[in-house]
């Protein structure tokens, strides 16, 4: 189990991300699904490390509200209920942008969510051919179930 939380990318600052709030984002690295326009796909070493990352936000106290997860897929890494408790402790908001692929990860996590964008690519019968991965399509449609948090499902226009 990993206890550190592996980061592929860092936005410092965005008023985008996470509705009202100014906010940094973390990518978190890795995920399970090969979507052929996948955007963060190239995300596929830890470039960031957890720590350095958690005293930077510690410095942005004050002049940043929240810190919203992103990916890759941040519900695929262990670390990520630590990394989202640090935050907290800091004082921050935080959000979560996922594509729902573990719907009892998220389940879990949700009492710590001030926020979620959860990401809808296609009907769950058509997920297997935008994902590349067999029976994919149940779970983000499990996740929006159960996404109680302050929620903003973002329809994934998929390529021709």
Not at 2 to 20: E, H
Not at 83 to 97: E, M, Q, S, T
Not at 138 to 151: G, H, V, Y
């Amino acid at each position: 189990m990993d206890k550190k939380l592996r980061v592929g990318g860092f936005t410092p600052f965005t008023a985008i991300d996470f509705p009202g709030a100014l906010s940094a984002v973390v990518f978190c690295q890795g995920c399970p699904w090969r979507c052929r326009y996948c955007h963060n796909g190239e995300q596929t070493e830890s470039k960031y490390d957890w720590q350095q990352l958690l005293q930077h936000l510690q410095t942005r106290r004050g002049l940043l509200d929240a810190v919203v997860f992103s990916g890759g897929e941040p519900t695929a890494q262990s670390a990520l209920e630590t990394a989202i408790n640090g935050v907290l402790a800091l004082g921050f908001k935080v959000g979560l942008h996922t594509a729902g692929m573990y719907p009892r990860r998220i389940a879990h996590l949700l009492p710590l969510l001030d926020w979620a964008s959860l990401d809808i690519k296609v009907l769950p019968e058509n997920y297997d051919a935008i994902t590349r991965v067999p029976n994919s399509g149940a779970a983000p449609w499990q996740s929006a179930a159960i996404l109680t948090t302050p929620l903003q499902v973002r329809l994934t226009p998929t390529p021709r």
